[in-house]
């Protein structure tokens, strides 16, 4: 199940709220880790998370070069992940990304919102459910497959 919910502020200033979940046939512990590395080191974005409160995450293009997505908020595991920061918004505009998870039906519901304003482009906001639909079916398949092991 997912939903979204857009707000106009003004013409060009906007809000949103996105929310998504998946009932994953794993353990807590390994659903949390493939979240990390779901968040983390995606192989075609070079994404990297430093799992501690304060810590980046960011795109590693090499050579001291990439971009800042954010930083770690809250972590408490393997319950919660919340990370905030601009994500591939290089404009006036700021994210906050919540992973909630909770043990439920012999497995583990893993919840995503992501809520975000300012100067939103129409391609984020369209491509938005799209990417976070792939990195939740992802963790889903990675955490299944490793609870299979």
Known sequence: MSSIETTTVSSEIKAFHYSQD?????PIDVVFETVLESVGPLKEMKLKIEAWPGGRW????????GHLWGHVQVIKPPK??????????????????????TEENGGTRLMLT????????PEHLDGFPRG??????????RAEAAAKR
């Open 22 to 26: 998946r009932q994953i046939a794993a």
């Open 58 to 65: 960011f795109r590693d293009l090499g050579d001291n070069t």
């Open 80 to 101: 919660l992940l919340e990370l905030c920061g601009p994500m591939m918004m290089s404009y006036p505009a700021t994210s906050f990304v919540q992973y909630r998870l």
């Open 114 to 121: 992501h809520q975000a304003m300012g100067l939103i482009k």
């Open 132 to 141: 976070w639909t792939a990195v939740l079916d992802d963790a889903k398949a």
